[in-house]
C-alpha cells in the first residue's frame, strides 16, 4: 500500500516498481482481449499511460490487483475499438471476415489461446471477459456497450467456434 501511495503523490521510482511488478497480468489480459502481440503491448503501454493519470482514483476499497484489472480491461477494449476503426478506414475490412480466418497450425498440441485469438474480435472479448476472467454478462454489457443478450449470444458463438474447431484437431 505504500508503495501505491508513494505512486499517488507522483515517485516515479514507486511508480516504476509498480509497472514491473504487474506488466505481465496486464500484457496477458490485453493479448487474450486483442489477439494480436503487437496490438497487445501497445495497449499495455497505454494502461500504464493512463493509470499514471488515474492513480489518483485508487481509493482502496478493493485489491489494486482487482482495480488494475478492471481498468486494463476498459482500456483495452477502448484502445481495440479505436484501433479497429482505424484498420477497417485503411484496408475496408468487414467483421464478417473475421469468421472465415484459418490460423496456421504450429504444432500438434492443442493450444486453447491460439484458438481464442482465432475467434471474431467481439466473440473473444466476451469469452475472454467471461469465461476466463470471470466477469458477468451484466458487467460485459456495461463495459463493451452491447446488449446483455448480445454478449450471452457472442459467448455461446465463442463457445460453438472452439468446440468446432478443436474437434477438427
Known sequence: MRLIEAAKGGDKHAYQQLYQRYIGMVYSLCLRLMGDRALAEDAS?????????????????????????SVTSNIAISYLRKQRGWLQRM??????????????????????????????????????????EGYRHEEIADMTNMAVGSSKAQFHRAKQLLKEWMGDE
Open 91 to 132: 484496408f475496408h475490412i468487414d467483421d464478417s471476415e473475421a469468421v472465415n480466418y484459418v490460423a496456421e497450425e504450429s504444432s500438434d498440441q492443442v493450444d486453447l489461446d491460439s484458438y481464442i485469438q482465432r475467434l471474431p474480435e467481439r466473440a473473444r472479448i466476451v469469452f475472454v471477459l467471461h469465461a476466463v
Open 45 to 69: 503501454q497505454e494502461v500504464f499511460i493512463q493509470l499514471w493519470r488515474k492513480l489518483g482514483n485508487y481509493r482502496g476499497d478493493s485489491k489494486f490487483s482487482t482495480w488494475l484489472h
